[in-house]
C-alpha cells in the first residue's frame, strides 16, 4: 500500500452507462447479505420498487434487516427457506422449498416490477443442485433491461461470476463464531 494518496484517478476504459447490473458477494466471510441490504437502503433511497428473496432464511426468524425493509421501507420480502441444513430434519422438504423460492424469484425478475431483486443465499441451493444453475443464470441474462440483481452466498458457481458485473470475495479474518460467540441480535441478524 503507497503511503502517499494517489493524485490521479485510476486508469479505466472508456465509460459508459449501464441500464442495470449483476452484483455477486460471495467468499468465507461476513457482510455478504449485509451489503447487499445496503444496496437495498439505497435502491429504496431513490424509490426503486425493491424485492428481495431469502433462500435459506426462515420468516419465523425475526431478523431486523427484514422488519425495517418491510415495514419502513416498504421492500417486498419473502424469506422462503427453511433455515441451517444441519438443523433440518428432512432435506428433501428444505429443497422443495428452496425450489419455491426460486419460482418466486423469478417471477420478480421476469416481471419488470422491480428495479432491484436481492436473491440473499441463492448460491446454496444452487451449489446443492436443489436449483437450476442455468435457468437462475438464463432469468438473470433475460431480466428486463432496468432489473438489477444482487446475489449473496458462498462459493459463488463460476456461471454466477461469469454474468455478473461487480463480483466481491468477502474473505474471514476472524469470525467471533470461532471462539464460540453466538449470533448477537442487532450485529449479525
Given at each position: 500500500?503507497?503511503?502517499?494518496?494517489?493524485?490521479q484517478p485510476p486508469d479505466v476504459q472508456t465509460q459508459k452507462r449501464a441500464a442495470s447490473l449483476v452484483i455477486v458477494n460471495t467468499g468465507d466471510g461476513k457482510g455478504?447479505?449485509?451489503?447487499?441490504?445496503?444496496?437495498?437502503?439505497?435502491?429504496?433511497?431513490?424509490?426503486w420498487n425493491v424485492a428481495v428473496i431469502q433462500f435459506l432464511k426462515s420468516g419465523n426468524w425475526n431478523t431486523g434487516e427484514?422488519?425495517?425493509?418491510?415495514?419502513?421501507l416498504g421492500v417486498d420480502w419473502w424469506a422462503i427457506g427453511e433455515g441451517f441444513s444441519w438443523e433440518s430434519e428432512d432435506l428433501s422438504e428444505d429443497e422443495?422449498?428452496?425450489?419455491?423460492?426460486w419460482?418466486?424469484?423469478?417471477?420478480?425478475?421476469?416481471?419488470?416490477?422491480?428495479?432491484?431483486?436481492?436473491?440473499?443465499e441463492v448460491t446454496y441451493?444452487?451449489?446443492?443442485?436443489?436449483i437450476s444453475k442455468e435457468e437462475l443464470v438464463?432469468?438473470?441474462?433475460?431480466?428486463?433491461?432496468?432489473?438489477?440483481?444482487?446475489?449473496?452466498?458462498r462459493d459463488a458457481p463460476p456461471e454466477f461470476v461469469e454474468i455478473a458485473d461487480t463480483v466481491t470475495e468477502?474473505?474471514?479474518?476472524?469470525?467471533?463464531?470461532?471462539?464460540?460467540?453466538?449470533?448477537?441480535?442487532?450485529?449479525?441478524?
Amino acid at each position: 500500500m503507497s503511503e502517499t494518496p494517489p493524485t490521479q484517478p485510476p486508469d479505466v476504459q472508456t465509460q459508459k452507462r449501464a441500464a442495470s447490473l449483476v452484483i455477486v458477494n460471495t467468499g468465507d466471510g461476513k457482510g455478504k447479505s449485509s451489503s447487499a441490504f445496503g444496496v437495498v437502503i439505497r435502491s429504496v433511497a431513490r424509490n426503486w420498487n425493491v424485492a428481495v428473496i431469502q433462500f435459506l432464511k426462515s420468516g419465523n426468524w425475526n431478523t431486523g434487516e427484514e422488519s425495517v425493509c418491510r415495514e419502513k421501507l416498504g421492500v417486498d420480502w419473502w424469506a422462503i427457506g427453511e433455515g441451517f441444513s444441519w438443523e433440518s430434519e428432512d432435506l428433501s422438504e428444505d429443497e422443495a422449498v428452496a425450489q419455491v423460492a426460486w419460482a418466486h424469484a423469478k417471477n420478480c425478475i421476469a416481471s419488470g416490477e422491480y428495479q432491484l431483486v436481492v436473491l440473499d443465499e441463492v448460491t446454496y441451493p444452487a451449489n446443492w443442485g436443489w436449483i437450476s444453475k442455468e435457468e437462475l443464470v438464463s432469468a438473470v441474462i433475460g431480466r428486463p433491461e432496468k432489473t438489477n440483481i444482487v446475489m449473496t452466498g458462498r462459493d459463488a458457481p463460476p456461471e454466477f461470476v461469469e454474468i455478473a458485473d461487480t463480483v466481491t470475495e468477502m474473505h474471514n479474518v476472524k469470525h467471533a463464531y470461532e471462539k464460540g460467540i453466538v449470533a448477537k441480535k442487532g450485529i449479525d441478524y
